[in-house]
Nanobody
Framework: QVQLVESGGGLVQAGGSLRLSCAASGIIFSVNAMGWYRQVHGKQREWVAT???????MYADSVKGRFTISRDNAKNTVFLQMNSLKPEDTAVYYC??????????????WGQGTQVTVSS
């Protein structure tokens, strides 16, 4: 099994910054991709950013230029630096990791979610 532990959410004023982190632990053969999604209550979960092994970061248009995704491969940890936050960024943010638990066993895991609230 694999556990994802998120941290870094909170309340911030518009224009402020927050940094989310998500650490994966457990049986991990290799990591394929790490990313972030967000969800507002009553709405569908939406993709925010992804960073793949050997590939560059990718961002949703709504956060491009404001958010930066990065990862620490040695610690199987992914970060999301969020700058110039807007009230519409308010959501529960979920970490997502796609990894191999063996040579051919590809799995998809979700974090528990962390609340980000941006006040106007």
């Amino acid at each position: 099994q694999v556990q994802l532990v998120e941290s870094g959410g909170g309340l911030v004023q518009a224009g402020g910054s927050l940094r989310l982190s998500c650490a994966a632990s457990g049986i991990i053969f290799s990591v394929n991709a790490m990313g972030w999604y967000r969800q507002v209550h009553g709405k569908q979960r939406e993709w925010v950013a992804t960073i793949t092994t050997g590939g560059g970061p990718m961002y949703a248009d709504s956060v491009k230029g404001r958010f930066t995704i990065s990862r620490d491969n040695a610690k199987n940890t992914v970060f999301l630096q969020m700058n110039s936050l807007k009230p519409e960024d308010t959501a529960v943010y979920y970490c997502n990791v796609v990894l191999y638990q063996s040579y051919s066993d590809l799995r998809n895991y979700w974090g528990q979610g962390t609340q980000v609230t941006v006040s106007s």
